[in-house]
């Protein structure tokens, strides 16, 4: 079935370290990755998304590029902020369905 | 600009007892709509989508239903609430199959 697998529950960084969250996913079809950022009591906002393989997505200084051959979509930053703390999903469309599934996110708290 | 409206903000509820959440779109003809469940802390689990006014496709069951009465306005109930319902209530659209969705603000359910 479709999955998608995000193997850090929650990460804690200093500010102006390097962010690297992991995504792999499992796919029947052809996929659209995505990914999100979730602030306490609010809905998720898109950061950005892919459908090609070796298309590569930014946002806000995040970036992550869709690779076919080893199935992943990673989040990387090169400097977080502590505005940046959140929890973040990947989360993946599969082509002719209007279903999504979304990972397990990934609580980031960036300390000052 | 689109806007998505949820209502209520929050709400308290017995078990047993019935349910109405209600989501609105502006500015945006023909959306794609959807309902995710997401659990305290938990990932988002989609509910239901719909692609036009009183189609509706379940996604998973949890002894909820959901309707769309008008091509802006998306409805999920339940007759009698179980305890199992609490949790945070996200309407979200889409313009494409498949693609980036904007997620509202939510509702916060608490059964007790």
């Known amino acids: 079935g479709d999955s998608v697998t995000q193997t850090e529950g929650q990460v804690a960084l200093s500010e102006e370290d390097f962010l690297t969250i992991h995504c792999n996913y499992s796919a029947s079809g052809y996929p659209t990755l995505f990914w999100y950022v979730q602030y306490p009591g609010e809905g998720p906002q898109l950061l950005f998304r892919?459908?090609?393989?070796?298309e590569k997505g930014s946002s806000r200084g995040f970036e992550a590029t869709y690779d076919k051959g080893t199935t992943s979509f990673h989040l990387r930053k090169a400097s977080v902020q502590e505005s940046d703390s959140a929890v973040y999903y990947c989360?993946?469309?599969?082509?002719?369905?209007?279903?999504?599934?979304f990972g397990t996110g990934t609580r980031l708290q960036v300390l000052p | 600009a689109q806007t998505i409206h949820q209502w209520p903000v929050a709400e308290i509820k017995a078990v047993g007892s019935p349910l109405s959440l209600g989501c609105t779109i502006k500015?945006?003809?023909?959306?794609?709509l959807y309902w995710y469940w997401q659990a305290t802390g938990g990932t988002l689990q989609q509910l239901f989508y719909s692609i036009t006014v009183g189609q509706v496709e379940s996604v998973v069951q949890l002894n909820l239903s959901a309707s769309r009465p008008k091509d802006d306005q998306f409805i999920l109930s339940t007759e009698k609430l179980l305890l199992s319902h609490s949790g945070f209530y996200l309407c979200?659209?889409?313009?494409?199959?498949?693609?980036?969705?904007?997620f509202g603000p939510g509702t916060r359910l608490t059964v007790l």
């Open positions: 979200a659209w889409s313009s494409d199959w498949g693609g980036e969705q904007y």
């Open positions: 500015g945006k003809s023909s959306p794609n």
């Open positions: 989360a993946l469309s599969v082509s002719n369905t209007n279903k999504v599934v």
């Open positions: 892919a459908s090609r393989d070796k």
